[in-house]
């Protein structure tokens, strides 16, 4: 009787100890789970929202990158309409200055033959009063030279003028 009498408490202190060793066991196991699974479910919920914060990223990145080429095409499309317009704009440029040099030149010409006028007509006038000083004209002759003096400064100044115009050009 011993036996049982010891045999009970022993039973219960073993099935005592053997219970708590398998709450023990199943405690760390449970827990050793729970990790594994708290772990692959916060990886898996931290990987989905990642990706999730990626996708919207890229959708903002993608909507940047279209916004960002179509301001490039349109800043190429002004640039390319702008140098059209310089090209337009060197062109006339390049005739006005063609039509204005022939303009300088048929001046320059004008200029040379209003001069070569202007030095007959003084020689006429000398001629003319070499012509009345003797028949007594001397006022008429007088007037002459003043008047030849004058046309030839004129053409003197016309000529420089136009000389000073072929330098230049």
Not at 3 to 10: I, V
Not at 44 to 57: R, V
Not at 129 to 154: E, F, G, H, M, Y
Request: charged residues 25%.
């Amino acid at each position: 009787m011993e036996l049982t009498t010891l045999s009970t408490p022993l039973a219960a202190l073993i099935g005592l100890a053997a219970g708590q060793l398998i709450a023990v066991c199943a405690f760390h196991i449970g827990k050793r789970r729970g990790y594994s699974a708290g772990r692959k479910d916060g990886f898996d919920s931290g990987y989905d929202l990642a990706e999730e914060e990626l996708e919207i990223e890229l959708n903002e990145t993608a909507a940047r990158c279209n916004s960002a080429e179509r301001l490039l095409a349109s800043t190429q499309a002004e640039l390319r309409r702008l140098k059209d317009n310089h090209a337009r704009a060197m062109q006339d440029a390049r005739e006005a200055y063609e039509a204005l040099h022939l303009q300088l030149d048929d001046a320059q010409v004008l200029n040379d033959q209003h001069a070569r006028l202007l030095c007959d007509a003084a020689d006429t006038l000398r001629l003319a009063a070499n012509v009345w000083r003797p028949i007594n004209a001397t006022l008429k002759a007088d007037a002459a030279t003043s008047q030849a003096k004058q046309l030839r400064d004129l053409a003197g100044w016309l000529k420089p003028q136009t000389q000073h115009m072929e330098r230049a050009a």
